[in-house]
């Protein structure tokens, strides 16, 4: 990947300046950018990149390996460029509340219940997981009403987020270090951490905030069976 990713280090940038690298039709590679690709299950960002006055709506993506910024309608971008990018700060940000939020009910839910998460979406809207829960769902719903009330009452307390790389190797050895069921982590020799101290450890490369505080408070919208080893849950912030 050529693009150095702004987010990993500070998730709180929200304008930034780059250079055009690769043009590849409506697709944009910049050497750095604060715009995050949708990788993990968390929707895209999008927001624009300005250039000799010109404003492009973009969505980022990934491609071949690479984060690219999808413009709308015609441009007249090339390598060698320089660029201001900025993100629609908003629903970056619940993206950001909802991902952190995500991570503590998965913590909660393996201290609980050793489930694990079969697979999930954050969007600005909510965020929807499927957790590996046995029993009847009036039991799941139960489970999951006090989980979430837990995340509340830890998030309530302010926990401060650390954000840090360690050498892959390192990094395995970490129980809980991966909670979902179907993913590995990424093949990398050094792996960015999210720790929320006292409540959950991931490999994980999106953004968060910076503190629990700034979940405000999680609510169930819906819980669904979908089947075995897949009880859905939806919430918002
Ligand atoms: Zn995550």
Same mark, same amino acid.
Request: charged residues 30%.
């Given at each position: 990947?050529?693009?150095?990713?702004?987010?990993?280090?500070?998730?709180?940038? !929200?304008?930034?300046?780059?250079?055009?690298?690769?043009?590849?039709?409506?697709?944009?590679?910049?050497?750095?950018?604060?715009?995050?690709?949708?990788?993990?299950?968390?929707?895209?960002?999008? =927001?624009?990149?300005?250039?000799?006055?010109? #404003?492009?709506?973009? #969505?980022?993506? %990934?491609?071949?390996?690479?984060?690219?910024?999808?413009?709308?309608?015609?441009?007249?971008?090339?390598?060698?460029?320089?660029?201001?990018?900025?993100?629609?700060?908003? $629903?970056?940000?619940?993206?950001?509340?909802? +991902?952190?939020?995500? +991570?503590?009910?998965?913590?909660?839910?393996? %201290? #609980?219940?050793?489930?694990?998460?079969?697979?999930?979406?954050?969007? $600005?809207?909510?965020? !929807?997981?499927?957790?590996?829960?046995?029993?009847?769902?009036?039991?799941?719903?139960?489970?999951?009403?006090?989980?979430?009330?837990?995340?509340?009452?830890?998030?309530?307390?302010?926990?401060?987020?650390?954000?840090?790389?360690?050498?892959?190797?390192?990094?395995?050895?970490?129980?809980?270090?991966?909670?979902?069921?179907?993913?590995?982590?990424?093949?990398? $020799?050094?792996? !960015?951490?999210?720790?929320?101290? =006292?409540?959950?450890?991931?490999?994980?490369?999106? $953004? +968060?905030? !910076?503190?629990?505080?700034?979940?405000?408070?999680?609510?169930?919208?819906?819980?669904?069976?979908?089947?075995?080893?897949?009880?859905?849950?939806?919430?918002?912030?």
């Amino acid at each position: 990947m050529r693009t150095k990713l702004l987010y990993q280090e500070d998730s709180y940038i !929200r304008e930034f300046e780059a250079t055009v690298l690769d043009v590849i039709g409506n697709k944009v590679v910049l050497d750095k950018t604060a715009f995050h690709d949708g990788e993990g299950g968390v929707q895209a960002d999008t =927001g624009y990149l300005e250039a000799s006055g010109v #404003r492009y709506k973009a #969505r980022a993506g %990934k491609e071949g390996g690479e984060v690219v910024h999808i413009i709308e309608g015609e441009h007249s971008l090339k390598p060698g460029d320089v660029v201001k990018g900025v993100l629609d700060w908003e $629903p970056r940000y619940r993206k950001m509340r909802l +991902h952190t939020a995500a +991570h503590m009910l998965s913590a909660v839910l393996y %201290k #609980r219940y050793n489930a694990l998460i079969t697979g999930g979406d954050i969007t $600005p809207e909510y965020a !929807r997981d499927d957790f590996s829960i046995e029993g009847d769902m009036s039991q799941v719903r139960r489970a999951f009403e006090e989980a979430v009330a837990e995340v509340n009452e830890l998030a309530a307390r302010g926990i401060e987020v650390k954000v840090y790389w360690l050498p892959r190797e390192e990094a395995l050895k970490i129980p809980g270090i991966t909670k979902l069921a179907e993913k590995a982590p990424p093949d990398l $020799p050094v792996l !960015r951490i999210v720790e929320i101290p =006292g409540v959950d450890i991931q490999a994980d490369g999106g $953004p +968060h905030v !910076r503190n629990t505080a700034e979940i405000g408070q999680v609510k169930i919208l819906k819980v669904e069976n979908r089947g075995r080893n897949k009880k859905r849950i939806y919430y918002t912030v």
